[in-house]
């Protein structure tokens, strides 16, 4: 049936369609007509054929032939999360929040899904109560996904990790770079504490770093030492005498060469040890100062 356009609702936060494939697409339905219906729900809210849509609506189209489906509500909106998985520019980050709705959706649709998959009572024919009959085993969402994508579950359960586990900070520095950072990353990512992941995340959108492994995040302090024996004035001297020594001897066998040769996670490594190593000269220094006075 034909629906006229203006009633056709774009469910919000739904990814923008790419205007050069809008385009193409346009031009081809000029060519040999619009050969799929988009999908609409029985409120007229758009479950499959943005593509198509924003098409018609650049060729001046007011209607466009329509199928309107039955479903609604979470159903319609896994449908329309299925239709962007045929997309080919889907970043990874971008695949990773679909699957990550998807299995949110999924299992309020199928609660029983996630009892399956934690060891639960749902299992096939083997019933063991009366109550075990009114629901048949459904697959988990890793096992459905992974069926319907032809993928490996892992790595249905990676990407959802990926999703999951990346702060929001770190989510916008990603869809902001460049270059899409690969799935290998976004995972290594999605392994930091919050704090590193936003470091390290704005490091590789601006090609500072190629790989998470490169990136060498502040040391964390431990637990605080207790106070050990007061320092003689003879250990005091022998300690500083070895900690001048060994600056001094580094200082010595350092070249512009070696510096130009530095990771960019081994730059900002050194510039917080010195810093460190200049704290405590500085100490030194204010101490020793009081001591002439």
């Given at each position: 049936?034909?629906?006229?356009?203006?009633?056709?609702?774009?469910?919000?936060?739904?990814?923008?369609?790419?205007?050069?494939?809008?385009?193409?697409?346009?031009?081809?339905?000029?060519?040999?007509?619009?050969?799929?219906?988009?999908?609409?729900?029985?409120?007229?809210?758009?479950?499959?054929?943005?593509?198509?849509?924003?098409?018609?609506?650049?060729?001046?189209?007011?209607?466009?032939e329509c199928v309107v489906s039955g479903l609604e509500g979470l159903r319609a909106e896994l449908a329309e999360i299925d239709e962007n998985f045929v997309r080919s520019d889907l970043t990874?980050?971008?695949?990773?929040?679909?699957?990550?709705?998807?299995?949110?959706?999924?299992?309020?649709?199928?609660?029983?899904?996630?009892?399956?998959?934690?060891?639960?009572?749902?299992?096939?024919?083997?019933?063991?109560k009366v109550s075990d009959k009114m629901t048949q085993t459904t697959k988990s969402f890793a096992q459905d996904t992974a069926e319907k994508l032809c993928i490996g579950r892992r790595t249905?359960?990676?990407?959802?990790?990926?999703?999951?586990?990346?702060?929001?900070?770190?989510?916008?520095?990603?869809?902001?770079?460049?270059?899409?950072?690969?799935?290998?990353?976004?995972?290594?990512?999605?392994?930091?504490?919050?704090?590193?992941?936003?470091?390290?995340?704005?490091?590789?959108?601006?090609?500072?770093?190629?790989?998470?492994?490169?990136?060498?995040?502040?040391?964390?302090?431990?637990?605080?030492?207790?106070?050990?024996?007061?320092?003689?004035?003879?250990?005091?001297a022998a300690e500083a005498s070895q900690f001048a020594q060994v600056l001094r001897r580094t200082s010595e066998r350092c070249c512009s060469e070696i510096f130009a040769c530095l990771m960019?996670?081994?730059?900002?490594?050194?510039?917080?040890?010195?810093?460190?190593?200049?704290?405590?000269?500085?100490?030194?220094?204010?101490?020793?100062?009081?001591?002439?006075?």
């Open positions: 049936m034909r629906i006229p356009i203006s009633e056709i609702k774009v469910n919000p936060g739904r990814r923008n369609a790419a205007p050069a494939d809008v385009r193409e697409l346009a031009d081809s339905i000029v060519e040999v007509g619009l050969l799929n219906p988009v999908t609409v729900s029985q409120s007229r809210t758009l479950i499959a054929g943005l593509h198509r849509l924003e098409a018609a609506k650049l060729l001046g189209w007011t209607e466009i990874p980050l971008e695949f990773g929040e679909l699957l990550l709705r998807r299995k949110e959706v999924y299992e309020a649709l199928h609660p029983e899904s996630v009892q399956t998959n934690q060891g639960g009572p749902f299992r096939g024919n083997q019933h063991q249905v359960e990676r990407q959802v990790q990926i999703a999951k586990n990346l702060t929001s900070e770190a989510k916008d520095i990603l869809r902001g770079a460049d270059t899409p950072v690969t799935r290998k990353q976004a995972l290594a990512l999605s392994r930091l504490e919050p704090g590193p992941q936003a470091e390290a995340a704005a490091l590789l959108a601006a090609g500072e770093i190629k790989s998470v492994e490169e990136y060498a995040p502040p040391v964390r302090a431990g637990p605080v030492p207790q106070p050990g024996p007061a320092l003689t004035p003879d250990a005091l960019p996670a081994q730059v900002n490594a050194l510039r917080r040890q010195m810093a460190s190593a200049r704290n405590a000269v500085e100490k030194f220094e204010k101490l020793l100062e009081m001591t002439t006075k």
